[in-house]
Every structure is written in C-alpha cells, then in structure tokens.
C-alpha cells in the first residue's frame, strides 16, 4: 500500500538556526500536504501543493514539491521557539486516503 | 477553534470492553475522517467517509467499526478492547470527496488498562 517516510524523526536546532524535514512517497502523488501538531495540541493545517515542482512560502517556511510529485520538503529559516512542535507531511493519491508520514519532531533552543 | 467536536475528550476503560467516540464535522462538511495517533507515533488513517457513505479504508481492526449519520456527525466504535488501543483518536473533516484541507477535532484520548 502507499507509504509516505518522513525524516529526520527528530530534529534539536537552537534557535536562529534553519532546520528542514523531507518527505517520500512510495507512490506518485495528487497533492501534498503539510500540517502542525504542537504538543498536546491537533493538526492544523499549514498548506497543500498540487502541481509538480512547486514551491510556496509562507514568511519563513518554505515547501516544495519535487517534479515527479513523490517527494516534498519544507524549510524553516531562522527558527523561532514558536516553530516547536511536529511537523506532518500527508500525501493523497486520490485514492480517498490522506496518509500521513511519522513526522519530524522539531525543538529549538533558546 | 477548527469547529469540529470530539466527545468525549478522555476516557478510561477496561480490557475487553468497548467504547464509541463521537465526532461532528464543521458544518457543512460532508467528509469525515478517523485517524489514530499513539505514543510517539504518526497519525494512522483509519476510515473516510463522504455524506453517510464509506469512501476509504485504512488499516482498521476488525474490532472497530465507524459509520456517518444522516446529519453527518460520526462515531467511531472499538470493541474488545487491548491494551495496545490506548491512543489519541482524531478525526477530521474536509468540505471535498477528495481530499483537500482536514479540519482535526481536538481527540479522544483513550486509554485502556
């Protein structure tokens, strides 16, 4: 079935530093999406990428959609520790299913 | 507020019993989903569904079931309970039939022993 691997699992940056997590699809993708999940909290939604080789930014994130639509990333620059939380890469392959990678942990140091 | 409700927002519950967990989508959306998150664990899909019909099936146990009311709110039923149940239980709800941007509930954390 479609997997979607997601690394790093955890990634400690002290802040002002940048800090990137990637994300592939064992199968070629309809759209991507990104989430944030502070702790304790509920994905939120931060963005979708549909076409191939697209880039988006959001103030400093930045997320990108390789050009076989397999593979995604997204960049922080100069972290914040507001940026603490999990960050969620979810691939739809129009199959209904909306799965999403393990996640990459993200701390930042003070 | 992602204006989707979970209830009830803790439970704790015995081995071998069985619990249903109750989501209303925000209003006007038509798909539901059902996701588990364990203990540092990603979110596993579990089910989708669009206006009262199945639409998609993940890793589902045979032990749990869900279906979508008419007034599209949903519930999500776990039956024989084990201990590995113990999880947060999301669910979700998008405007689309395909996917595009889920609004999560806030979860039901359940925790057998």
Redesign the interface.
Known sequence: GQQVMQIPQYQHVQEGEDFTTYCNSSTTLSNIQWYKQRPGGHPVFLIQLVKSGEVKKQKRLTFQFGEAKKNSSLHITATQTTDVGTYFCAGDNQGGKLIFGQGTELSVKP | D?GVTQTPKHLITATGQRVTLRCSPRSGDLSV?W?QQSLD?????LI?Y?NGEE??K?NILERFSAQQFPDLHSELNLSSLELGDSALY?C?SSARL??????????SRLTVL
Do not use: I, K, P, V
């Open positions: 992602s989903y996701y664990q990603g979110l596993q899909f989708q669009y639409r998609a993940g999301f979700a395909n996917t595009g941007e889920l609004f999560f509930g806030e979860g």
